[in-house]
């Protein structure tokens, strides 16, 4: 396994983009995969794995998540789980589990959420780490091992940070297995398949905001500066490549990265962040049933020159992300903070891809495609109420 790539385009505070490249080394990056912020409101941590197995024509995503609520009034912890088999069809499944069913171990990295978990095993050596999940949610039962086939993908480097005046937060997302094999077992229902060397993907996201304060008017949080996340994986035989699209918000210049990651056999061929936005084109209106429809994607930067048409197939999951707001107030909410969702669903996708002097043809990939729009609500207003209570109750208990 190639352990080192070129990266181009460094990624510095604020999203701040330079045309630069470095020579990327992962290995003294591992250890910060494991990293947990604090237990404090506005932090944010996502550990999302998925396996594709062409054998038995399977598709098998499992996220665990811990964050705020949308209101910002307390934190959630929840289990989701996604599968698409021959037998059974699409299961969709995503459950809150309580704080105190939510455990973790860095050394060793060990994360418990009920019945349910991931632990790492490292090979020192060898400067990767692999990662043993069990999930253990109703009818479904999962058990498996993911090994990298190639090293940790660092697209945002270590870690990114964002100033907005007086409030502060950190952003690490690291793929720590970009392209990896799988081998275990997964069981829904009475249906149980059998995985040996299926294809996995395994990352570590999460957000740091500052120190709390009365009604949090210092607390920068993750939808304060995401508008939307595009995330495309496409996987064929040796071949995986994967396309992120980061859109800002205003306050940060409304800026757009382009993050690309190629992987051919054991190594990362390509590694490229760019300000250049991918063209897309909507080729069919969208589809209410997969709530995609068939679209193209094309670039060309510097020696990369890219044309993809991306066919949406089906729906894992869609959701609404004021899902858990009571029902009562949830129009109300919707009219302050917008309608932000997300939906993750498969899609085949033809590929003609040259870099340089390399030509990639693919046709009818497998792909996973995940669109994640937030509130669109000018975060700068919510501020300004945030920092008029705070300073209202601030007088108040001087006062006494």
């Not at 392209?179 to 395994?202: C, E, F, P, R």
Request: aromatic share 12%.
């Amino acid at each position: 396994m190639q352990t080192e790539y070129i990266h181009h385009g460094i990624i510095s505070d604020n999203a701040a983009l330079k045309d630069d490249s470095i020579h990327m080394d992962p290995a003294p990056f591992i250890q910060d995969a494991f990293y947990h912020p604090p237990d404090q409101l506005g932090n944010m941590e996502i550990w999302y794995a998925d396996v594709y197995d062409p054998l038995n024509d399977s598709v098998f995503v499992v996220q665990f998540t811990y964050g705020p609520d949308l209101l910002k009034k307390e934190t959630l912890l929840l289990i989701s789980f996604y599968a698409y088999t021959p037998d059974q069809g699409v299961t969709s499944l995503t459950r809150p589990v309580s704080l105190e069913q939510f455990k973790i171990n860095e050394k060793p990295y060990h994360v418990t959420l009920g019945k349910s978990m991931i632990r790492n095993h490292q090979d020192p050596y060898a400067h990767r780490t692999g990662y043993h999940i069990q999930v253990n949610l109703e009818q479904i039962h999962m058990d498996v091992s993911i090994e990298p086939v190639v090293s940790s993908w660092l697209p945002f480097g270590e870690k990114v940070p964002f100033y907005d005046r007086e409030r502060k937060g950190i952003f690490s997302w690291i793929p720590s297995i970009p392209k990896g094999k799988v081998n275990g077992s997964v069981t829904i229902g009475q249906s149980t398949t059998k995985l040996t060397d299926a294809h996995g993907y395994y990352d570590h996201t999460y957000w740091q905001t500052g120190t709390h304060r009365p009604f949090h008017s210092n607390l920068l949080f993750w939808d304060d500066i995401l508008v939307r996340w595009e995330w495309l994986k496409i996987i064929h035989g040796d071949i995986k490549i994967a396309i992120n699209e980061f859109c800002f918000r205003p306050w940060l210049n409304s800026r757009e990265i382009s993050s690309f990651m190629v992987c051919k056999d054991d190594s990362i061929m390509l590694s490229y962040n760019h300000a250049a936005r991918i063209k897309r084109t909507l080729n069919n209106p969208v589809q209410p049933n997969i709530k995609a429809g068939e679209f193209s994607l094309s670039c060309t930067i510097n020696d990369l020159n890219l044309n993809m048409k991306v066919t949406p197939s089906t729906l894992l999951r869609y959701q609404d992300m004021l899902e858990y707001v009571n029902p009562v107030s949830r129009p109300l909410v919707r009219m302050m903070f917008g309608s932000p969702v997300a939906y993750y669903t498969l899609a085949f996708v033809n590929v003609n891809m040259t870099l340089g002097t390399e030509n990639i043809v693919l046709t009818n990939a497998m792909a996973f495609y995940e669109s994640m729009v937030l509130t669109t609500r000018p975060s700068r207003f919510e501020d300004r109420i945030r920092k008029f209570i705070s300073s209202r109750l601030s007088r108040r208990i001087l006062k006494q």
